[in-house]
């Protein structure tokens, strides 16, 4: 692809308020353009940016510029507004999804060993993270509950295949490889992440001294704040 071309994608994405698809991309031309083309010409434009500030990404939902991690202190500077935080219960709940999807309500308790509040899964809906799928077939047809496209971009995945996998590291060291969107434990937390496998399950305990977690997002996601009632009250023990 010639350098009229490249510069005519590069600009689309510069402008782009969502993340662009090869299909998108292809719009962009009255000519007919092989997908070839157009991938090899994201490749070249991503080497193009390799040295700057912003970088280009493949995300679940297509391709998008945005800030790199490295710019995030300086950034942040930009908005003094403190980003919003996430209880404990919200965090392990999610993870619990992300890692075990689909899964029901009552599945996501027996590993958390408490009750799951309806404001826990009101405020992931409501972030548009997770969402019901199905019902599994059983007594009642309790909700599937998985991810959604917004939770993979939001972190900057491509799939779920690119989440973190899960070993005996701290929290943060897995956290690191989520790009763009890093989760932050309380720095006054103390954290240990226990995997413990039973024949084929494996049960994830995560066990800190707070109860909150930080989430941190780069500019090219907006967030809205959200301050979630205290789950410490409404997480009954079984």
């Known amino acids: ?96 999804i992300a890692y075990r999807q689909p899964v029901t309500r009552g599945e996501i308790e027996e590993i958390r060993g408490v009750a799951v509040s309806s404001n826990v899964m009101k405020q992931l809906e409501d972030r548009g993270w997770v969402e019901v799928i199905g019902h599994k077939e059983t007594i009642g047809r309790p909700g599937l509950y998985a991810t959604t496209k917004q939770f993979l971009d939001d972190l900057s995945l491509t799939n779920l295949q690119s989440l973190p996998i899960l070993e005996d590291a701290a929290p943060m060291a897995a956290a690191e490889q989520l790009g763009q969107a890093v989760m932050e434990f309380d720095p006054d937390a103390t954290v240990e992440t226990v995997v413990i496998n039973e024949g084929d399950q494996t049960i994830i305990e995560v066990i800190e001294e707070t109860t909150t977690v930080e989430i941190t997002e780069e500019v090219s996601v907006e967030i809205e704040e959200v301050i979630p009632e205290s789950d410490e009250n409404s997480d009954e023990a079984k």
């Open 1 to 96: 692809m010639d350098d009229h071309n490249k510069r005519v994608i590069e600009t689309a994405l510069l402008c782009a308020q969502e993340p662009l698809t090869v299909n998108d991309l292809s719009r962009l031309f009255v000519e007919d353009v092989a997908t070839a083309d157009i991938d090899e010409a994201l490749v070249e434009i991503q080497r193009t940016w390799d040295d700057k500030g912003m970088e280009l990404v493949h995300i679940a939902t297509g391709w998008r510029f945005q800030s790199r991690l490295s710019m995030r202190e300086y950034l942040d500077r930009l908005t003094p507004e403190k980003p919003p935080k996430y209880s404990r219960a919200v965090m392990e709940t999610l993870a619990i």
